[in-house]
């Protein structure tokens, strides 16, 4: 008995899903830019390296006493509004979302340091890392916003720098990264980062497509423009209440990014643009992030000590803030 042939295997087993791509598609013609974009992205994810040029940072190696992290916050954005004194450069971050950023940053011991952090992804670093982990999504989550508020990263940061006097301290914000917080971001009705909800003034549907899916899409009912310029509302907002923070704080502070935002970067060979920040890219507006360092006077003495036990957060709710913020 004679086999058939292989190619009429694969050839058959190719076509179930490529007929289901094809209806899917047709039933909504929006959805190509979709799929085109996903062709897009897997292309850059394994061919990316050619845009990326020198070691990414190593933030835990570098002098600071204060490291604060503004999540999502581009080189250019914080370099063309920041108003912050002192002296900014160019770094090149490990990851194009945050938990690349920890899995590179975050994998050693690091017993000197505390980290008070508005970002759900820290629960997946290990424990032992660092003296302390202080989290605030879960009792300090805005349900309104869907977001932990800068002014609630400030307290929990100036409390833990009390309690911890010869400790390195890690601030993590959420802002600049979506949501959009501000007077004219909450005009804007979307969902959550790349999915999900957020309560903008008069949109009531929870499965609402997100900014960046509906820019990626071409259905978004407002302007580019206008969605930059929520951006960078997210960012002076957050700026005031960091600038703030540096005075509270004594020591050397660095303020940086764990990533940036594509926002409408052509992802060659396809000439559409891609919006949000997709894990294993290395494009510039992903990787490219600030370095900022304001005038102190003196260093802290900082010492290690055995770990504290961390705080438990449970599975559900780590989840639910990663599902609003566009992660799941």
């Known amino acids: 008995m004679f086999q058939k042939p292989l190619t009429e295997g694969v050839i058959t087993h190719m076509a179930i899903p490529y007929e289901k791509s094809v209806r899917r598609v047709l039933s909504n013609p929006n959805s190509i830019r979709g799929e085109l974009l996903q062709v897009g992205v897997k292309f850059h994810r394994q061919f990316g390296s050619y845009y990326a040029s020198g070691d990414p940072v190593a933030v835990m190696d570098e002098e600071w006493d204060n490291l604060i992290i503004l999540d999502a916050c581009r080189y250019d954005l914080f370099r063309d509004h920041s108003t912050l004194p002192g002296s900014l450069q160019k770094v090149r971050s490990a990851g194009s979302q945050s938990r690349e950023f920890m899995e590179y940053n975050f994998a050693d011991e690091y017993h000197d340091t505390v ?138 502070t660095v303020v940086t990014s764990d990533h940036g935002n594509l926002f409408g970067r052509r992802l060659w060979p396809i000439p559409l643009q891609k919006y949000g920040h997709p894990p294993g890219l290395r494009f510039p507006e992903l990787i490219e992030v600030p370095w900022h360092e304001p005038p102190f006077n003196e260093r802290r003495e900082v010492c290690s000590d055995p770990p504290e036990e961390a705080a438990s957060v449970s599975d559900e709710t780590v989840e639910d803030r990663l599902k609003h913020l566009g992660y799941a």
Not at 120 to 127: D, G, L, M, V, W
Not at 172 to 182: C, D, E, K, L, W
Not at 228 to 242: M, R, S
Request: with cysteine.
């Open 115 to 252: 980290y008070i952090t508005s970002n759900p992804f820290t629960t997946k670093i290990e424990s032992g890392v660092f003296h302390a982990i202080i989290d605030l999504f879960d009792d300090s989550w805005d349900e309104e916003i869907l977001t932990v508020r800068p002014e609630s990263v400030v307290s929990a940061t100036t409390k833990a720098h009390k309690k911890y006097p010869n400790k390195r301290l890690i601030s993590h914000f959420m802002q600049p990264h979506y949501p959009f917080i501000g007077s004219l971001g909450q005009q804007i009705e979307s969902g959550g980062v790349t999915g999900h909800t957020t309560r903008a003034v008069g949109n009531t549907d929870e499965n609402s497509s997100s900014i960046w899916s509906q820019l990626d899409s071409g259905t978004c009912s407002v302007d580019r423009q206008t969605v930059w310029d929520a951006y960078v509302e997210n960012f002076k907002l957050v700026e005031e209440h960091v600038e703030a923070l540096i005075k509270e704080l004594d020591g050397k």
